[in-house]
Nanobody, 126 residues
Framework: VHLVESGGGSVQSGVSLRLSCVVS????????LGWFRQAPGKYRDGFAA????????YYTDSVKGRFTISQDNAKNTVYLQMNNLKPEDSAIYYC????????????????????WGQGTQVTVSS
C-alpha cells in the first residue's frame, strides 16, 4: 500500500481545510479507511474512519460535528473535510487502511501496513 496525504497548511482558528489521501495498491481485504493524527509529544491516534463497504462513518467526540470523512473509490482517494478548526487540531495527519472494528459505541481501525505515508501538517493558530 502506498499512501500520499495532502491538503494541510497553516490556518487561523475557525477556518476549514480539506485533506486528501490517495491510497494506491490498496488491499481490498480491509473494510476500513481511517484518518489519524499525531501532535508533538503525543501518540498517533485515530479519530475518523469509514467503512469502505457501506460508507458508515465513525468519529471521536473531539471532531464529531466538525470533520467529515468520505471516499471516492474511482480515484482511490479518501477525504477529510475539516471545519471550524481549533488550535488543538494542530498535528500531522495520516490516513491508513485497516480492519474496522466496532463494539457498541466504540470503534477502531486495526492498521496492517508496513509503512505510513509522509503525512500532511496542519497548524491552527488562535
Amino acid at each position: 500500500v502506498h499512501l500520499v496525504e495532502s491538503g494541510g497548511g497553516s490556518v487561523q482558528s475557525g477556518v476549514s481545510l480539506r485533506l486528501s489521501c490517495v491510497v494506491s495498491r490498496y488491499t481490498f481485504s480491509c473494510n476500513g479507511l481511517g484518518w489519524f493524527r499525531q501532535a508533538p509529544g503525543k501518540y498517533r491516534d485515530g479519530f475518523a474512519a469509514i467503512n469502505t463497504s457501506d460508507c458508515t462513518t465513525y468519529y471521536t467526540d473531539s471532531v464529531k460535528g466538525r470533520f467529515t470523512i468520505s471516499q471516492d473509490n474511482a480515484k482511490n482517494t479518501v477525504y477529510l473535510q475539516m471545519n471550524n478548526l481549533k488550535p488543538e487540531d494542530s498535528a500531522i495527519y495520516y490516513c491508513a487502511p485497516g480492519d474496522l472494528r466496532t463494539d457498541g459505541g466504540s470503534w477502531y481501525v486495526e492498521v496492517n501496513i508496513d509503512h505510513w505515508g509522509q503525512g500532511t501538517q496542519v497548524t491552527v493558530s488562535s
